[in-house]
């Protein structure tokens, strides 16, 4: 399945512009998905102005695995959200590359963005967000209901929940699934509607080690095998280990940018 887009207005699509990079960003063969253009976030307590991100410029490229390394307050999650477009930046803009169209997301209302991100990204979470209303099955083909995706939906979530070994388990509602097992269907539901990109908030944070290092491997080859673009927020220096590229955030900055 090939990832759909929304009409844009012609404002909002960004014309290719010249690579934003700073000194020690690393480089890439790969075709640009995603560009930091001076991405800011600032929120204002009281009097006070706290600078979450300051001026970030980066790019990122398709088939990457990105691990973003961070203390807790770091600014890994909001940066994660202003990827998505579950926030807006306070200035700056993400930049996303969308088959013949490179859209500025950062541009689009927010009813746009949802949009966008419905089609185009799968979202992975520390506590899983699993409707418990919903049966495993139907929590998987929920994304390619609400992108218009619907037929052959729940023939795609089978194919994915026999990948992550849950394919028996379809009737079933969260309740009855362990904590790893929940986390497992959410990676078939982040994959679901073939995005462009998966973001993934420390997605074995709330589990033990043993099954934490499961699901990381279960995560890395379904991406790596659909040739997804994976960026993931964690304070585990250990995650790094399996990344293609891996970077450092404080006080606002990305202050290193290695290969993995």
Do not use: W
Not at 21 to 39: F, H, N, T
Not at 87 to 106: F, K, M, Q, S, Y
């Amino acid at each position: 399945m090939q990832p759909m887009t929304i009409d844009l207005p012609a404002a909002v699509v960004a014309p290719a512009a010249q690579p934003a990079r700073e000194d020690g960003a690393a480089r890439s063969d790969k075709p640009v998905l995603i560009r930091l253009e001076q991405l800011t976030k600032v929120y204002t307590e009281g009097e006070q102005q706290h600078v979450v991100l300051d001026e970030l410029n980066r790019e990122f490229y398709r088939g990457e695995f990105v691990c973003l390394l961070g203390k807790s307050g770091s600014g890994k999650s909001t940066l994660l959200n202003l990827l998505s477009g579950i926030d807006a930046p306070t200035r700056g803009h993400v930049v996303i590359a969308n088959g013949a169209e490179t859209v500025r997301l950062t541009a689009l209302s927010e009813h746009e963005r949802t949009l966008f991100r419905r089609r185009n990204m799968g979202i992975v979470f520390q506590f899983f967000n699993l409707i418990p209303t919903l049966t495993v099955q139907e929590n998987v083909t929920l994304p390619l209901e609400l992108a218009g995706k619907s037929r052959g939906a729940r023939q795609r979530a089978q194919a994915l929940l026999d990948r992550v070994g849950l394919g028996n388990r379809l009737a079933t509602y969260p309740d009855k699934l362990s904590g790893g097992e929940q986390q497992r269907v959410a990676i078939a539901r982040a994959l679901a509607n073939d995005p462009l990109l998966i973001l993934a908030d420390e997605p074995t944070g709330n589990l033990d080690e043993d099954t934490g290092d499961t699901v990381l491997r279960l995560l890395l080859e379904l991406t790596r095998d659909a040739g997804k673009t994976l960026f993931m927020a964690t304070h585990a220096p250990e995650v790094a280990a399996q990344a293609d590229r891996v970077l450092h955030l404080a006080h606002g900055k990305l202050v290193s940018d290695q290969a993995g």
